[in-house]
């Protein structure tokens, strides 16, 4: 099998601490993740607890604990419970504005393209995707979905990461297979619907 150069996974990820969990290069983070999102997981689903309740039962309980150490520190003349500044900063809220507009306007962009611009193409690919999405909420629920994600998140990008070249051949194959027939369903098909844009030009 020939060779070929390797891509960065971790730098993919961000090369950050996120990297580091999601490739089991922080053994700590990953099962902790792990085991944590599998214990919720079986909280809501298999246990039937409830989420309002549970997010109610752990703020009482995270409140009562600092309430109680306050009070004994200033009985016993120990040290505060060692709270952060608990506030977003302004920097922050502007990277989070800017982010969900550029994800916005590609979005409003999308919509633009179909209802006005008549592109036939994107209009199918956004059926296909939408009804894809609805098919497997019929199977899952959103937690399970959720949970089912981080399953694979912490599984793929590590399997890539040891087997980048075999995969890549695969993904490669596939991938030719895929262009084959979207190629065949172009030419039959989209090819012969005309769109109103091409009705005004025949017009014209």
């Not at 009804?131 to 899952?140: A, T």
């Not at 599984?155 to 890539?160: F, K, N, R, V």
Request: proline residues 3%; glycine residues 6%.
């Amino acid at each position: 099998m020939r060779e070929t150069r390797r891509f960065s996974v971790h730098l993919a990820l961000g090369g950050g601490p996120v990297a580091d969990v999601l490739l089991w290069k922080k053994w700590c983070g990953s099962v902790s993740l792990l085991v944590g999102s599998t214990a919720l997981w079986f909280l809501f689903e298999r246990a039937g607890y409830n989420l309002l309740s549970f997010i109610s039962n752990v703020l009482l309980l995270l409140v009562a604990i600092l309430f109680f150490w306050a009070k004994s520190a200033s009985l016993l003349n120990r040290p505060l419970p060692p709270l952060p500044n608990l506030e977003l900063s302004e920097e922050i809220a502007i990277k989070t504005a800017d982010e969900m507009r550029v994800w916005v306007n590609y979005a409003l962009s999308i919509a633009h393209d179909i209802a006005i611009g008549g592109n036939l193409r994107l209009f199918i690919q956004v059926t296909l995707g939408s009804w894809f999405i609805s098919c497997i909420g019929g199977f899952f629920n959103l937690l399970t979905l959720l949970y089912i994600g981080i399953l694979l998140s912490l599984s793929l990008p590590l399997l890539y990461d040891k087997y980048q070249n075999q995969i890549d051949d695969k993904l490669t194959v596939a991938h030719n297979i895929v262009q084959t027939q979207y190629r065949k369903i172009d030419y039959m098909v989209l090819r012969k619907i005309s769109t109103p844009s091409d009705e005004d030009k025949k017009i014209q």
